[in-house]
């Protein structure tokens, strides 16, 4: 049953990654992105104890950058950037805000980014459930 419900999850994660519509920018021009993202977190209730019970619980995201134009490489932008993030998490039980750095490749009409930063949620995820 879990292996079901992991293979659902993936789909509906790609489907919705599918159908998000594409934002086209000029190569040298610092760009904002604003995303909305909606989907499902594989999640860990109770990492670190004795019983770990993990789940697949729904998650809402809005997530936010501003990236700079570095240096071309190839066919591509090399862009850098901060990025400040919203979510429910859990199932929308448990709020988290996020921040950092966001490294970026452009090509196209199409871009892969890295964020590392920092995030604070008011609860630990399943204390709630």
């Given amino acids: ?9 993936s789909v509906l994660m790609v ?5 998000a519509g594409t934002a086209v920018a000029e190569p040298y021009v610092a760009h904002t992105d604003l995303q909305l993202r909606v989907g499902v977190d594989y999640v860990c209730g109770t990492c ?11 998650m809402l995201q809005v997530f936010a950058d501003r990236l700079f134009p570095v240096m071309r490489m190839g066919d591509g932008v ?29 090509f196209g009409v199409y871009e892969v980014v890295i964020n590392v930063g920092r995030a604070y949620a008011t609860d630990i995820i399943g204390q709630t459930a």
């Avoid at 670190?48 to 729904?58: I, N, S, V």
């Avoid at 090399?78 to 452009?106: F, N, S, T, W």
């Fill in 1 to 9: 049953m879990r292996r079901i419900v992991r293979i659902i999850a």
């Fill in 15 to 19: 489907a919705t990654t599918a159908c």
């Fill in 48 to 58: 670190g104890g004795d019983e770990r019970t993990y789940r697949f619980r729904t």
């Fill in 78 to 106: 090399l862009e850098i950037g901060p990025y400040l993030k919203g979510a429910l998490l859990d199932g929308g039980e448990v709020p988290q805000i996020a921040g950092g750095a966001v490294v970026g490749y452009r």
